[in-house]
């Protein structure tokens, strides 16, 4: 029974590889874009980032609750939440430790430029396993800065991947 984070930057192929991830695993997969838009794409949060923060936040607590279902049935998780902070992977860190479970953490690496093309493509495509909203350029830059790269020491076990190639 595994409880694995997947984290990286946006568009580094993080729900891409979470959905296959979960199938190989047969695990249940938490992708935090599905969660987000279904409940507040309604809301226009667009421009306010601490408002949309603080709902990822919620949505993480939920998330969590019913993860703890499916472990208690054996099952693996798979949180592909975005986890853009070392605080917020610290947070669900603790709680896998908590339950003695030492979780994973699995990091795309993938360059901006790379990323880039994947945004267009995604916005292009629009497939509903990976596209839930349009990113702008504007948006991209935004959040370029906002991911906070996990170290080494976050996590016991810690899977750098190079999302090139996987
Ligand atoms: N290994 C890959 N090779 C080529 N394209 C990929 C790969 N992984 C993901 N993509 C594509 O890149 C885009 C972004 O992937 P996605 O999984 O949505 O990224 P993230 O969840 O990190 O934002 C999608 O259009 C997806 O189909
Ligand atoms: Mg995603």
Known sequence: MKIILITGPIAAGKTTYAI???????AIRFSIDAW??????????ENDFLAIMARV????NQIW??????LDKNLSVILDLGFTTVEQRSKFINLALSLGITPELHY???SPKARW???VQRNNDKHPDVFFFE???????FMEPKFEPPILTECDNFKIID???C
Do not use: G, K, P
């Open 163 to 165: 999302a090139s190639s």
């Open 65 to 70: 609750s019913v993860a703890l279902q499916a």
């Open 135 to 141: 990113i702008s350029q504007e948006m991209f830059d």
């Open 57 to 60: 936040d919620r949505c993480h």
């Open 36 to 45: 987000m838009t279904t409940l507040f794409s309604e809301d226009n949060l």
């Open 108 to 110: 795309l690496q993938l």
């Open 20 to 26: 296959r991830l979960a199938s190989e695993l047969s």
């Open 117 to 119: 093309q994947r945004v």
